[in-house]
């Protein structure tokens, strides 16, 4: 059967994990209907990478995370960090002095 979607995107805090930081018997089955059409899992989080393996390895979960906001792309099978851009630090600073000018 060909899947509906290639692409299963989830976020951590509120999506994946509950309050408990586990994760529900229904969203599990619903993990598990979607790989079974062949879609993938991609977990993305503002956490950062370091904070992910903690969370992610219990659950069983193997694939890539994207965290940090988006700037991190992190292998969480490997336990690997594949990619992570940073911003230009003087960049930020003046766009901080910018908005405290404003503000």
Request: glycine content about 10%.
């Amino acid at each position: 059967m060909t899947p509906r979607y290639s692409v299963v995107a989830t976020d951590l805090d509120g999506t994946l994990l509950r309050g408990d930081l586990t994760v529900s018997p229904r969203t599990r089955a619903a993990l598990t209907r979607a790989a079974a059409r062949g879609a993938r899992h991609l977990v993305v989080t503002g956490r950062p990478a370091a904070g992910c393996r903690s969370l992610l390895a219990p659950l069983g979960y193997r694939g890539l995370a994207i965290c940090g906001q988006g700037a991190q792309l992190y292998d969480v099978g490997a336990d690997r960090l594949l990619s992570s851009a940073t911003l230009d630090r003087d960049v930020v600073r003046a766009l901080v002095a910018r908005i405290a000018e404003a503000a």
